[in-house]
């Protein structure tokens, strides 16, 4: 087998709004992706089936975790226990995000 190569999603390749969302690989059952944020008009909700860790490679963001105000900031990151509900109530235009899924 060879080497695999890519490249990571830009800023200029965020939606104007809301997100995009690329998967990178698969790793036996995680699944890799990198998420690039637009502006966000409404607070999005989560509840996933699976554990989701996720960093932010660029920009800034604000989650509210079950209650709890996330900020997060280049570099931070945090992980969210299956159907732990979560939303993305702000987030800088162009953040850009790495995310690994779990298995459901």
């Known amino acids: 087998m060879g080497v695999t ?3 990571l999603l830009g800023p ?3 939606p104007e709004t809301g997100e995009r969302a690329a998967e ?5 059952g ?3 992706e990198q998420i690039l944020s ?11 089936p699976h554990d989701e860790w996720v ?8 989650l ?3 209650g709890e105000r996330v900020l997060l900031v280049a570099g931070d990151w945090v ?7 979560h939303r993305l109530v702000r987030t800088s235009p162009g953040t850009s995000w790495l995310a690994l899924h779990g298995r459901a």
Not at 24 to 28: A, C, D, E, H, V
Not at 38 to 48: E, I, K, N, S, T
Not at 79 to 85: E, G, K, M
């Open 12 to 14: 200029a390749d965020a």
């Open 38 to 48: 637009g502006a966000v008009g409404a607070p999005v909700d989560f509840d996933q």
């Open 24 to 28: 990178i690989t698969r790793l036996g």
């Open 5 to 7: 190569k890519g490249r």
């Open 79 to 85: 992980l969210l226990p299956a159907r732990t509900p």
């Open 64 to 66: 509210d975790v079950a």
């Open 55 to 62: 960093v932010v490679l660029a920009g800034d963001a604000v």
């Open 30 to 32: 995680v699944v890799v």
